[in-house]
């Protein structure tokens, strides 16, 4: 069955620290996708990438970075030289084509960048 | 990029009052609709998911006669809770699929009930 494990309840770092959250995940169809969100305060989600599973290069987007490895089944999360604004729940998810695209989320991860 | 509006933001009722909530893609049709619930310091839980035009699946749990979900039109779903109790006190987000978008989900910025 599909899973998403997000085995780090709350994470606490001082600013300017790297961090990394990490995501593992099950699944038995070869087509699917993985997510990360953003959750701050507010409660509005923010999505922060999309990566398929026939694309394994990780990705960089300023101090943000995600590596994707398949022979491990993870797509861990990566905030380099943190900062105060980064401090929310971030969630991992999946979606499967075999299951209509519907998503599965990991349980999340408390981020709190301290100053 | 694409918008999907929820209304209201927050909302306070009574226990025994119903209390709608809608949600509304801005600018692009929606054929499929999800309805999310997010109790504080959990992650997210689908209630269900509606397709224009059709009845809404709803998960296994989920009540389909307190969760009234009705997606008539391809830009607006609504969730109306009935008979609201303190226990469906929550956040609900919904999020929106565009027709043909495969694997792609727009959030909404989510509604957050109290139930006194």
């Known amino acids: 069955a599909q899973k998403v494990t997000q085995a780090q309840t709350e994470i606490s770092v001082v600013e300017k620290e790297d961090v990394t959250l990490d995501c593992v995940y099950e699944t038995r169809d070869t087509t699917y996708y993985l997510f990360w969100y953003k959750q701050p305060p507010s409660g509005e989600l923010v999505f922060l990438i999309r990566?398929?599973?026939?694309d394994e290069q990780n990705e960089i987007s300023g101090r943000y970075s995600w590596n994707f490895q398949k022979s491990t089944s993870s797509f861990n999360f990566t905030i380099t030289a943190s900062q105060v604004v980064d401090s929310a729940v971030y969630f991992c998810?999946?979606?499967?084509?075999?299951?209509?695209?519907?998503?599965?989320w990991g349980a999340g991860t408390k981020l709190i960048i301290k100053p | 990029g694409a918008v999907v509006s929820q209304h209201p933001s927050r909302v306070i009722c009574k226990s025994g009052t119903s209390v709608k909530i809608e949600c509304r893609s801005l600018d692009f049709q929606a054929t499929t609709m999800f309805w999310y619930r997010q109790f504080p310091k959990q992650s997210l839980m689908l209630m269900a998911t509606?397709?224009?035009?059709?009845?809404?699946?709803?998960e296994q749990g989920v009540e389909k006669d307190k969760f009234l979900i009705n997606h008539a039109s391809l830009t607006l779903s609504t969730l109306t809770v009935t008979s609201a109790h303190p226990e469906d006190s929550s956040f609900y987000i919904c999020?929106?699929?565009?027709f043909g978008g495969g694997e792609e989900q727009f959030f909404g910025p989510g509604t957050r009930l109290t139930v006194l």
């Open positions: 990566r398929n599973s026939f």
């Open positions: 999020s929106a699929r565009e």
């Open positions: 998810a999946l979606s499967e084509v075999d299951s209509n695209y519907q998503l599965i």
């Open positions: 509606s397709n224009e035009g059709s009845k809404a699946t709803y």
